[in-house]
């Protein structure tokens, strides 16, 4: 790769992971200040008919919005660090697509009902929204999964040939 490319795409990962862990620090403050444990009395409604529901909606969107980030950061790192050693598609980095399309599904699940779960004056458990985008873009990432295992598998093929 010409060293100005491998540069470039260095500090656009560089400035992708960044961006991912100023999101995961951002999502932890929220999730602490609106549940109420900054000490302050925070802005979800807790219901006791709903609360293992809202519990479930803020823990899962706190923990599978903060996997998805970490599992971009990992891919970044994976990608630039096989770059270093002359491979353009890691082999680990397949499953790791599959994981981030499973934690972007549960994620965004999580956080389209956020607000109407949590911060509504009457929470509503039966009501439980699923947008297009929340089925579709994890589709995408299953679609870049299969077509990145097909180039690693081509990439290493090739490198047994050489």
Known sequence: M?????????AVAFAAALLCAAHIVWLCAQTWFISGMGGTEGEINWSEEVFPFQLTVLLGRLLFCTAYYATIIIFIAKTIKGLKSGIIFPQSNVPLLFITAG?????????????????????DATYFAIESNTILIPLIYIIFALLYKIAANVSEENNLTI
């Open 2 to 10: 010409e060293k100005r490319n491998y540069k470039a795409l260095k």
């Open 103 to 123: 934690c972007y599904f549960i994620g965004t699940l999580m956080s389209d009902n956020f607000d109407n779960i949590l911060l509504t004056q009457t929470p």
